[in-house]
Each structure stands twice: as structure tokens, then as C-alpha cells.
Nanobody
Framework: QLQLVESGGGLVQPGGSLRLSCAAS????????IGWFRQAPGKGREAVSC????????NYADSVKGRFTISRDNAKNTAYLQMNSLKPEDTAVYYC??????????????WGQGTQVTVSS
């Protein structure tokens, strides 16, 4: 059974950092591009970042560029989202997703259950 499980969310003060993990089970992550999305209360889902299956290409939303870094460790079947200089507007449930390419990621059927990130003093 193909499964994605996010972890690493929590409460952090503005300016702080968190690292989210997306662990895959039931399939080999190295075949897939991995994307991170977020959804804040009362808002739609927002694409945050995506990394190609090789890790050679990554893209970011303008709102997180320069603060967030996406990475992957195919040997550990896990992808990561390092989030630095966090702002209150980063507060959301963060989801990871898997698809053949980053171009396909928004329409994929493979999603994790989400992890809450709250940025507040």
C-alpha cells in the first residue's frame, strides 16, 4: 500500500525554523517527484515547493523563496522541507505529495495526511 507520512510540524516563534519530513512506504520514492503544499484556515491549497525525482531540479513559491529548502534522500525514502525565518503567514497544514513529475504534482492521487505548522509568539 502506497503511503506518505509527514512529520516535524509544531509550534514555533516567528523567525524560527522547522524541518518537515515526508516518509514513503509501499513504494520507492526515487521514481517520483515530491511536492509540498500547504493550506491555511479558510484558504485554498497552495503549492510551496517541488523537487524532481533525481533531486536535480527544485522550484519554490515566491512567498517562500530564499527561506525554504526542499531536499530528498532516496536511500532513506524520505523528502524534507527545511523552513527558516518562519512568519505567522506560514501557519498552515503542510502536505507532501508524489507524482511522476513536478508538472503532474497538483493532480496526483498520492498525498500524505498533513502536519500542522503554527508560527506564533
Amino acid at each position: 500500500q502506497l503511503q506518505l507520512v509527514e512529520s516535524g510540524g509544531g509550534l514555533v516563534q516567528p523567525g524560527g525554523s522547522l524541518r518537515l519530513s515526508c516518509a514513503a512506504s509501499g513504494f520507492s520514492l526515487h521514481y517520483y517527484a515530491i511536492g509540498w503544499f500547504r493550506q491555511a484556515p479558510g484558504k485554498g491549497r497552495e503549492a510551496v515547493s517541488c523537487i524532481s525525482n533525481s533531486g536535480g531540479t527544485a522550484n519554490y513559491a515566491d512567498s517562500v523563496k530564499g527561506r525554504f529548502t526542499i531536499s530528498r534522500d532516496n536511500a532513506k525514502n524520505t523528502a524534507y522541507l527545511q523552513m527558516n525565518s518562519l512568519k505567522p503567514e506560514d501557519t498552515a497544514v503542510y502536505y507532501c505529495a508524489a507524482a511522476w513529475t513536478c508538472a503532474d504534482i497538483a493532480g496526483t492521487d498520492y498525498w500524505g495526511q498533513g502536519t500542522q505548522v503554527t508560527v506564533s509568539s
